[in-house]
Each structure stands twice: as structure tokens, then as C-alpha cells.
């Protein structure tokens, strides 16, 4: 979106003690996402209306109410909102899609450390769009405060010599004898009571920038490489982190907890190497115009916006010519069955009772549904089967690990019949009616008919 005309009566201009600034606060341009339909009525290129029109007055009023409710916002309140805007459109991403677009534009603000540039790129302006994709990150995998992530690790001080600012002799000296041991949580939880009792607690985006700063002052001779270096080594902490969720979900708030002291590191960085003053809400201003309370490019309060947007694939239009970025015959790409061919080490045919079946992804993908199924039959008959239940598991955990690697042979399936025959006639027909129950399309009648030709069991 756009400066509209009347926008431009409004501006800010901070003086700072090193030199004027213009500050880039475009909380007025936010403001017009309530109004956008009204405003679209007139013609973007029409003249400014008179200073005392009313409907002057009238914006002039709702852009300072806005920008009062955007300065006093909390972290926590922004991290909702931003995923309120897109929780439709991340639906369906999981965390790893997420932490793609939390990498590409890092890649963005890489230009900063390379004094690289490109066309319509500016990288300041990803400092706003990394915070954000962090914030929709930890929506994705169910954080409930960010703010009380943060506070955690990083109560006012630094989390293991629990110093502000932090002492880098000290704490390299800690880490080498207490190898494993640190940070002490105990301790830290204690400090942050304390420092939380003592009103050292953050609220605002300003004020999470302010206390890193403290914390970790970056300094004008400061160079750009080793915090980018710093920054590689903790996304790539945090991709472990995102990949062991499901069993360790506490190193992902560690984890993502120093992403963003980094990202808040940079941020003064950027501003103690541009030498402008900033105002104390300089944060919110640039993250309110770059997402005001709905989404920029399509205008709605909850984003409707096309998984890829148009801009993005014009951009990319040119990276490669569009005859060698195919699937088809003689490109550069190749379908998933291909790479099972080019790659994997599956049977091309397996024989499931008296039929010759050829292997695709489709029945690798049903083979290993029966798989995880059969393991769910094994715990619950785990009494009745007594310790048959531990071979049929190990079996079966091996064959959920071959066909969760798109693999499927003529052994897997022969394994596979073995555990079916190790039932008693009774808890063998149930395991063929859940197995039949787990496939689908022509699987369903391949698996009876295997069943019938085996064991006898009619479905």
C-alpha cells in the first residue's frame, strides 16, 4: 500500500544529539487500512485537498490515536496480532515451511554485511519482516508468550554470567568449567523475579531493544561479519531445535529465545553504525507501517493472499530459463517416483498374495499406513500377545522405518506377512480389517485379495 495524498500532510521529523533524522515512521500509512475502501473511491493521483477540509481533521485525529496505541504496544500484543493476520495463510505451512521464510529474509539482511545491494531491496526494512516471520514461527509451534520466552533466558541480564552488561571474559571462563551445566535455570528464574520486582521487565519492541542493548552494547567499531556469523551458527540451532520438537519442545524457547537476541543485537548495531537518532518508538513505527492491523498487499483484515504472491514470482521469473525448470522429459527437475528410481533402493514390483504389483509412492504410502496401524494393534493386544508383542514391535519399527524412507521391497512385504501370521486366527482378521481400513484407491482391493490368497481372510 501506497502513500495516499493525503498522507503526505502528515511526516515526523525527530532531532536526535548526533544530527537531524528523518525518521522512517510511517504509522500514519498504517492508519489507512481501516479507511483503505473509502479512500480507494478517490483517484491516487488527485491534488492535496485544502489544509481546512474536514476530512483533514477528521484523519489527522484517527492517525494520532493510532499511532498512541502503536507505541504502547506490547511485544505480546504484536505477536498476536501478527498471527491473527496470517493465521489463515499459515495454516497450512508447518513449522520447517516457517522457518524457511525466517532464513530467506535473514538472506535479506545479509546485504548489510556484504555492503551488497539490489534492485528495490532495502535491507533495513528486513529487520521488521524477521521479526515478524520470528513472531509467526513461534505462533506455528504454540508458544503462549514470547515476552515470558524471552524473560526467561534473558532477564535484564545475560544468561550465564547473569551479568549487564554482559562480561565476555567471565562468561567464556564459566561456560569451560561448567561445561553442560549452564545456564543455571534456577538461578536465572530467581534474578528474573527480581529484576521483574524491580521494574526491569521489558514491554515493548523499544524496550526488548533497549535491554539486549544494555546487555550486549554494540559498539560503532563493531563490524557486521561476526554478528552474521553469530547469526548462521543459532539458525542453524534453531532448525535442530524446530526438527527434536516433538520430544525436547523446551530447547525450541532456548533456542529461539537467542535468534531474537541476535536479531535485537543487529538492530542497534545498525543504528549505532548509521549514526541517526532514533526516537524511543522507532521499532513500533517501522513494524506498524510494515504490518498494520491487517495485510499489506491485499487489504484485509485476515490475509487472503495467494500462497506465492505475484511480485515474488516476478522477481524469480529470471533465475533459470523456463525450458530447464521442468518436470517434463530432457528438464532439470524430476517427479517423486523418479527419484525413488534414481535414488532409492526400492523394488520395482513386489508380489502381495498371487498379484505382480509395481511400486509407486501411492503404495508406499499405504504400506506404510498398515505399518503404523499395526504397531497401534500390537500395544493395545500387548496383555494378550504376551511376549510375541516385542518381536512383532521390533519387526514393525524396522518396516515403519523403511517405508517412512520411501522404500519398499519384496523382504518388506514377506516381514510384513510373518508379523500377520505370528496372530492367532482372531487378532489376525481384526489386523486385516484395520489394515484394509488405513489404504485407499486400488490399494484396498490389492490388500484383500493379498489377505484372502495368504490367510484365508475374507474382507
Same mark, same amino acid.
Request: aromatic fraction near 8%; charged fraction near 25%; glycine fraction near 6%.
Given at each position: 500500500?501506497?502513500?495516499?495524498?493525503?498522507?503526505?500532510?502528515?511526516?515526523?521529523?525527530?532531532?536526535?544529539?548526533?544530527?537531524?533524522?528523518?525518521?522512517?515512521?510511517?504509522?500514519?500509512?498504517?492508519?489507512?487500512?481501516?479507511?483503505?475502501?473509502?479512500?480507494?473511491?478517490?483517484?491516487?493521483?488527485?491534488?492535496?485537498?485544502?489544509?481546512?477540509?474536514?476530512?483533514?481533521?477528521?484523519?489527522?485525529?484517527?492517525?494520532?490515536?493510532?499511532?498512541?496505541?502503536?507505541?504502547?504496544?506490547?511485544?505480546?500484543?504484536?505477536?498476536?496480532?501478527?498471527?491473527?493476520?496470517?493465521?489463515?495463510?499459515?495454516?497450512?505451512?508447518?513449522?520447517?515451511?516457517?522457518?524457511?521464510?525466517?532464513?530467506?529474509?535473514?538472506?535479506?539482511?545479509?546485504?548489510?554485511?556484504?555492503?551488497?545491494?539490489?534492485?528495490?531491496?532495502?535491507?533495513?526494512?528486513?529487520?521488521?519482516?524477521?521479526?515478524?516471520?520470528?513472531?509467526?514461527?513461534?505462533?506455528?509451534?504454540?508458544?503462549?508468550?514470547?515476552?515470558?520466552?524471552?524473560?526467561?533466558?534473558?532477564?535484564?541480564?545475560?544468561?550465564?554470567?547473569?551479568?549487564?552488561?554482559?562480561?565476555?571474559?567471565?562468561?567464556?571462563?564459566?561456560?569451560?568449567?561448567?561445561?553442560?551445566?549452564?545456564?543455571?535455570?534456577?538461578?536465572?528464574?530467581?534474578?528474573?523475579?527480581?529484576?521483574?520486582?524491580?521494574?526491569?521487565?521489558?514491554?515493548?519492541?523499544?524496550?526488548?531493544?533497549?535491554?539486549?542493548?544494555?546487555?550486549?552494547?554494540?559498539?560503532?567499531?563493531?563490524?557486521?561479519?561476526?554478528?552474521?556469523?553469530?547469526?548462521?551458527?543459532?539458525?542453524?540451532?534453531?532448525?535442530?531445535?524446530?526438527?527434536?520438537?516433538?520430544?525436547?519442545?523446551?530447547?525450541?524457547?532456548?533456542?529461539?529465545?537467542?535468534?531474537?537476541?541476535?536479531?535485537?543485537?543487529?538492530?542497534?548495531?545498525?543504528?549505532?553504525?548509521?549514526?541517526?537518532?532514533?526516537?524511543?518508538?522507532?521499532?513500533?513505527?517501522?513494524?506498524?507501517?510494515?504490518?498494520?492491523?491487517?495485510?499489506?498487499?491485499?487489504?484485509?483484515?485476515?490475509?487472503?493472499?495467494?500462497?506465492?504472491?505475484?511480485?515474488?514470482?516476478?522477481?524469480?521469473?529470471?533465475?533459470?530459463?523456463?525450458?530447464?525448470?521442468?518436470?517434463?522429459?530432457?528438464?532439470?527437475?524430476?517427479?517423486?517416483?523418479?527419484?525413488?528410481?534414481?535414488?532409492?533402493?526400492?523394488?520395482?514390483?513386489?508380489?502381495?498374495?498371487?498379484?505382480?504389483?509395481? %511400486?509407486?509412492? =501411492? &503404495?508406499?504410502?499405504?504400506?506404510?499406513?498398515?505399518?503404523?496401524? #499395526?504397531? +497401534?494393534? *500390537? !500395544?493395545?493386544? $500387548?496383555?494378550?500377545?504376551?511376549?510375541?508383542?516385542?518381536?512383532?514391535?521390533?519387526?514393525?519399527?524396522?518396516?515403519?522405518?523403511?517405508?517412512?524412507?520411501?522404500?519398499?521391497?519384496?523382504?518388506?512385504?514377506?516381514?510384513?506377512?510373518? %508379523?500377520?501370521? =505370528? &496372530?492367532?486366527?482372531?487378532?489376525?482378521?481384526?489386523?486385516?480389517? #484395520?489394515? +484394509?481400513? *488405513? !489404504?485407499?484407491? $486400488?490399494?484396498?482391493?490389492?490388500?484383500?485379495?493379498?489377505?484372502?490368497?495368504?490367510?484365508?481372510?475374507?474382507?
Amino acid at each position: 500500500m501506497g502513500w495516499h495524498p493525503l498522507a503526505a500532510r502528515v511526516s515526523t521529523r525527530v532531532q536526535g544529539p548526533r544530527r537531524e533524522s528523518r525518521v522512517p515512521c510511517h504509522l500514519a500509512e498504517s492508519s489507512w487500512l481501516a479507511v483503505r475502501r473509502t479512500l480507494s473511491t478517490l483517484d491516487p493521483t488527485c491534488p492535496l485537498l485544502p489544509a481546512n477540509h474536514p476530512m483533514i481533521g477528521a484523519m489527522t485525529a484517527a492517525i494520532a490515536s493510532r499511532n498512541s496505541r502503536d507505541r504502547d504496544r506490547t511485544l505480546d500484543e504484536w505477536y498476536r496480532q501478527v498471527n491473527r493476520i496470517y493465521l489463515r495463510r499459515n495454516f497450512d505451512r508447518d513449522a520447517f515451511a516457517i522457518f524457511g521464510h525466517v532464513v530467506e529474509v535473514m538472506g535479506g539482511l545479509s546485504l548489510i554485511a556484504g555492503d551488497k545491494s539490489k534492485p528495490e531491496v532495502e535491507p533495513h526494512a528486513f529487520v521488521p519482516k524477521a521479526i515478524a516471520w520470528w513472531l509467526v514461527l513461534c505462533g506455528k509451534v504454540g508458544v503462549r508468550s514470547v515476552s515470558e520466552m524471552l524473560w526467561f533466558k534473558f532477564p535484564a541480564a545475560c544468561p550465564y554470567c547473569e551479568l549487564r552488561p554482559h562480561d565476555e571474559i567471565r562468561c567464556r571462563r564459566l561456560k569451560q568449567r561448567n561445561h553442560g551445566e549452564l545456564p543455571d535455570w534456577s538461578s536465572l528464574e530467581q534474578l528474573g523475579e527480581a529484576n521483574e520486582e524491580a521494574g526491569r521487565k521489558p514491554s515493548t519492541m523499544t524496550d526488548w531493544r533497549k535491554m539486549f542493548q544494555e546487555i550486549y552494547p554494540a559498539q560503532g567499531t563493531e563490524t557486521y561479519a561476526p554478528t552474521f556469523s553469530r547469526f548462521t551458527e543459532e539458525l542453524g540451532e534453531l532448525a535442530e531445535a524446530i526438527r527434536v520438537f516433538p520430544v525436547a519442545p523446551g530447547y525450541f524457547l532456548s533456542e529461539a529465545s537467542d535468534v531474537f537476541a541476535w536479531l535485537m543485537h543487529l538492530e542497534n548495531l545498525i543504528e549505532m553504525k548509521a549514526d541517526v537518532a532514533l526516537s524511543d518508538d522507532d521499532m513500533e513505527c517501522r513494524f506498524a507501517a510494515a504490518y498494520p492491523d491487517g495485510c499489506r498487499d491485499c487489504g484485509y483484515r485476515v490475509c487472503a493472499c495467494p500462497p506465492i504472491l505475484p511480485g515474488t514470482l516476478g522477481r524469480i521469473a529470471n533465475e533459470l530459463s523456463p525450458r530447464r525448470a521442468t518436470f517434463a522429459p530432457g528438464g532439470a527437475l524430476i517427479s517423486t517416483d523418479q527419484a525413488m528410481e534414481l535414488f532409492g533402493s526400492s523394488d520395482s514390483i513386489v508380489r502381495l498374495g498371487n498379484e505382480e504389483v509395481p %511400486v509407486d509412492t =501411492a &503404495l508406499i504410502r499405504d504400506i506404510h499406513a498398515m505399518v503404523k496401524r #499395526l504397531m +497401534v494393534f *500390537v !500395544v493395545e493386544q $500387548g496383555a494378550a500377545l504376551e511376549t510375541q508383542s516385542i518381536d512383532m514391535m521390533r519387526v514393525l519399527v524396522e518396516l515403519n522405518e523403511v517405508t517412512a524412507s520411501q522404500r519398499l521391497t519384496q523382504g518388506t512385504i514377506e516381514e510384513l506377512e510373518d %508379523v500377520f501370521g =505370528a &496372530l492367532e486366527p482372531g487378532m489376525r482378521r481384526t489386523a486385516g480389517e #484395520l489394515a +484394509v481400513g *488405513v !489404504v485407499s484407491g $486400488g490399494t484396498v482391493e490389492l490388500v484383500k485379495l493379498w489377505l484372502k490368497a495368504k490367510f484365508g481372510i475374507v474382507i
